[in-house]
């Protein structure tokens, strides 16, 4: 009777709570159990929430007096609700770029959040930036001096990923083009290259527009960032907020012109394809014209009318109309060849 009556007891404990949280030490950023009492240390500077469950946001929330933002609310298009102020803490949403090395890219909503001397990340995707920057700030500390840092660092992982992606998108956009119009004697590419050479411009295209959106999301956080008055930013921070601002405009630029180039080569490639597909009706109508004089001759000669020449006889009338068939055929394809038609 009493093992039974504990058993409700077990089913009425609270689940367990494991947060990423992050502590700095001499050496770098170093990873702390959080499942105990206290839930967040003292000395965290960043508790990174990656796919948290209502339990550990209601757990960040209670002990940091803080409002985590849920996955819908991260989803608000409109800039008011994505970066704003309360009750003394910075909340800022951005559009990352996820899963580029996949063969479909998408975007996620990451929120950063800036409250007591702490960064809090809420995030529903293990994208690499996160992942490379971790791997760095725990050998390097000056990485992770204070949550503005740590900040700063996961904002430059993430352009410096847009940037190898780009760079990427562009080599396989001037393969491409070299594809396309410089054939080292090759000829025209086939239909079958035609279509492979679209859905690489294709990839490409959707690859560039979600690291275009990352980055105009991006801009607009550091923007906010170094507008704000509740930060206590030093010079060195300040420049180095500046620095990311004017490498997010570079690459946008940069992906705006990738842009334009994916619009030029699908426009290039769709009329190849018109261009193929005009030579293929010029050759059936060609072919038609041609057969249009011996099939007249044919049809003449097919009547029975007296007057016409070399009609009486077997053979006679056979080989003469063949032979006009044949001259009829031969100088329509002389004159077509002379105006270059063919």
Not at 83 to 104: C, I, P, Q, S
């Amino acid at each position: 009777m009493r093992a039974a009556a504990s058993s409700p007891v077990a089913h009425d404990r609270p689940p367990l709570l494991v947060l990423n949280v992050f502590v700095q030490r001499s050496h770098g950023l170093v990873r702390v159990a959080a499942d105990a009492q206290p839930l967040i240390p003292a000395d965290a500077v960043w508790i990174d929430l990656l796919e948290p469950t209502p339990e550990e946001e209601k757990a960040v929330e209670v002990s940091l007096q803080i409002d985590v933002p849920t996955r819908e609310e991260m989803k608000e298009i409109e800039t008011s609700n994505r970066l704003y102020e309360d009750n003394g803490a910075l909340y800022m949403t951005a559009t990352v770029a996820a899963k580029l090395d996949t063969a479909r890219p998408e975007i996620s909503a990451v929120t950063f959040i800036l409250a007591n001397g702490r960064l809090i990340t809420n995030r529903y995707v293990d994208t690499k930036p996160f992942q490379q920057f971790i791997s760095y700030a725990e050998r390097h500390p000056n990485a992770c001096q204070s949550a503005i840092a740590i900040l700063a660092g996961v904002i430059e992982a993430f352009t410096e990923r847009i940037a190898d992606i780009l760079e990427r998108a562009g080599g396989d956009l001037d393969l491409v083009s070299g594809n396309i119009f410089m054939r080292n004697g090759r000829g025209t590419p086939n239909s079958q290259d035609l279509r492979r050479l679209i859905e690489q411009i294709g990839f490409n295209g959707e690859l560039n527009s979600k690291a275009r959106e990352s980055l105009v999301s991006l801009g607009r956080l550091v923007m906010f960032v170094q507008q704000t008055g509740l930060l206590q930013m030093s010079t060195e921070q300040r420049s180095r907020f500046r620095s990311i601002s004017r490498d997010v405009t570079s690459l946008s630029d940069h992906a705006s012109f990738l842009g334009s180039k994916v619009s030029f080569l699908l426009e290039a490639t769709l009329g190849l394809i018109n261009v193929e597909q005009n030579n293929i009706i010029k050759i059936f109508s060609v072919a038609a014209v041609m057969f249009m004089p011996p099939t007249l001759i044919a049809s003449i000669y097919g009547m029975n009318y007296h007057l016409l020449p070399n009609l009486p006889g077997t053979y006679s009338n056979f080989f003469f109309s063949l032979a006009l068939m044949l001259a009829s055929m031969g100088i329509t394809y002389a004159l077509f060849k002379r105006k270059g038609w063919l």
